[in-house]
T-cell receptor, first 111, second 112 residues
Framework: SQTIHQWPATLVQPVGSPLSLECTVE??????LYWYRQAAGRGLQLLFY??????ISSEVPQNLSASRPQDRQFILSSKKLLLSDSGFYLC??????????FGPGTRLTVL | QKEVEQNSGPLSVPEGAIASLNCTYS??????FFWYRQYSGKSPELIMF????GDKEDGRFTAQLNKASQYVSLLIRDSQPSDSATYLC????????????FGGGTRLMVKP
């Protein structure tokens, strides 16, 4: 069976600090991978998606970036965090039937 | 712009009743539709998907799709307090990469 991991689970960072969130998927190969952000009490905003190694598409202009160095690894980064970057970051994967399955998420607070 | 709309609620139903959650979408050409449940502080969990017009049943859950009217609904029979959560509707607008567009969610409260 497939599992998806995210870490860290929670993170508190000062404004202007860098960010690196990691997502890994087990039990499948060549998945589509996605990064979402959910602000408090809000819906899901798609940030990035990837259909393969090194292939990243951005949906929303921002100070975040994403990379996919390995088939089942997806990384979300920032060089300098803003207060508005606070939120619940969710990684998801999908295969051909396009149902997406979410990881446990990372709760980021920028102070 | 392609959109998915849901009433934010809260929708309050008594235990044992049928909860009806609705979702409308903007693109008539959409092909696949999903319902996720999200408990407070947790990540969304897929509970149903539907591709064809009509009803699809899975246990206490029934998804209903009407492509002509561009709406999809989720019925929860015999609602339990454990069903209290936010329900997210998601639509694949046939974008590259199987991207989903999510509605803002409907908060359901089932009262004992």
């Amino acid at each position: 069976s497939q599992t998806i991991h995210q870490w860290p689970a929670t993170l508190v960072q000062p404004v202007g600090s860098p960010l690196s969130l990691e997502c890994t998927v087990e039990g499948t190969s060549n998945p589509n991978l996605y990064w979402y952000r959910q602000a408090a009490g809000r819906g899901l905003q798609l940030l990035f998606y990837s259909v393969g190694i090194g292939q990243i598409s951005s949906e929303v202009p921002q100070n975040l970036s994403a990379s996919r160095p390995q088939d089942r690894q997806f990384i979300l980064s920032s060089k300098k965090l803003l207060l508005s970057d606070s939120g619940f970051y969710l990684c998801a994967w999908s295969r051909s039937h396009n149902e997406q399955f979410f990881g446990p998420g990372t709760r980021l607070t920028v102070l | 712009q392609k959109e998915v709309e849901q009433n934010s609620g809260p929708l309050s139903v008594p235990e044992g009743a049928i909860a009806s959650l609705n979702c409308t979408y903007s693109d008539r050409g959409s092909q696949s539709f999903f319902w996720y449940r999200q408990y407070s502080g947790k990540s969304p969990e897929l509970i149903m998907f539907i591709y064809s017009n009509g009803d699809k049943e899975d246990g206490r859950f029934t998804a209903q799709l009407n492509k002509a009217s561009q709406y999809v609904s989720l019925l929860i029979r015999d609602s339990q307090p454990s069903d209290s959560a936010t329900y997210l509707c998601a639509v694949n607008f046939n974008n590259a990469g199987n991207m989903l567009t999510f509605g803002g969610g409907t908060r359901l409260m089932v009262k004992p």
